[in-house]
């Protein structure tokens, strides 16, 4: 399957736009932009982990999303989806992923959403994640193939200007360190005329 991006939007009160793909064998890829890094950071949740949120669902009663930083780093967060990722990979930002599977897989028909902006809850709506999830990217991308092609191609481009931007603040440094070695050369030069001269 090609590696190309399908944009997306978190369901919650500030709705944050996010990129994800997911391969042939069920690994989810989620890029996301964080608001003082240069690029963004793609997450990788792995299908062994899917497979156990899937099951975590499996009672079929609605699962909190239950992904508050400050609560799942001091361990005062309710059980729900967070949690549960948080308990497969202790990271507060890989169980902030909740938003964005919550997302996905609302989209996709694998869960169903209480339509709550705060308090959101989840309902497994269908156990085959996997089939329903690889359907709904690839009919993304036909969807808005042009558009996939589009973001991915204009992303391209501003890493690329991320980068000229960078090569061109360290090569200024550079000039600047230059210039520097020569004014000291300048000045020795000085220092050994005056010394010559006398």
């Given at each position: 399957?090609?590696?190309?991006?399908?944009r997306?939007?978190?369901?919650?009160?500030k709705?944050k736009?996010?990129s994800?793909?997911?391969d042939?064998?069920?690994?989810l890829?989620?890029?996301?932009?964080?608001?003082?890094?240069?690029?963004?950071?793609?997450?990788?949740?792995?299908?062994?982990?899917?497979?156990?949120l899937?099951?975590?669902?499996?009672?079929?009663?609605?699962?909190a999303?239950?992904?508050?930083?400050?609560?799942?780093?001091?361990?005062?967060?309710?059980?729900?989806?967070?949690?549960?990722?948080?308990?497969?990979?202790?990271?507060?930002?890989?169980?902030?992923?909740?938003?964005?599977?919550?997302?996905i897989?609302?989209?996709?028909?694998?869960?169903?959403w209480?339509?709550e902006?705060?308090?959101?809850?989840f309902?497994?709506?269908?156990e085959?994640?996997k089939?329903?999830t690889?359907?709904?990217?690839?009919?993304?991308?036909?969807?808005?193939?042009?558009?996939a092609?589009?973001?991915?191609?204009?992303?391209?481009?501003e890493?690329?200007?991320t980068?000229?931007?960078?090569?061109?603040q360290?090569?200024?440094?550079?000039?600047?360190?230059f210039?520097?070695?020569d004014?000291?050369?300048?000045i020795?030069?000085?220092?050994?005329?005056?010394f010559?001269?006398?």
């Amino acid at each position: 399957m090609a590696a190309f991006w399908s944009r997306s939007r978190t369901l919650g009160t500030k709705p944050k736009g996010f990129s994800w793909r997911i391969d042939n064998r069920g690994n989810l890829f989620i890029k996301r932009k964080f608001r003082n890094s240069h690029f963004p950071r793609i997450d990788k949740i792995s299908c062994r982990h899917l497979d156990r949120l899937c099951e975590f669902m499996q009672d079929r009663e609605w699962k909190a999303l239950a992904n508050n930083a400050a609560k799942l780093y001091t361990g005062t967060e309710k059980d729900g989806i967070g949690k549960f990722l948080y308990k497969l990979h202790p990271e507060v930002s890989y169980a902030q992923l909740s938003s964005h599977l919550g997302a996905i897989f609302y989209q996709a028909g694998v869960w169903e959403w209480n339509k709550e902006k705060r308090g959101m809850e989840f309902l497994l709506l269908s156990e085959n994640w996997k089939e329903k999830t690889i359907e709904y990217y690839r009919d993304s991308l036909n969807f808005g193939s042009e558009t996939a092609f589009f973001d991915n191609f204009m992303e391209f481009k501003e890493e690329d200007k991320t980068n000229k931007r960078q090569k061109q603040q360290s090569q200024k440094g550079q000039i600047e360190t230059f210039r520097g070695i020569d004014k000291v050369r300048e000045i020795e030069q000085m220092k050994l005329s005056a010394f010559f001269r006398d």
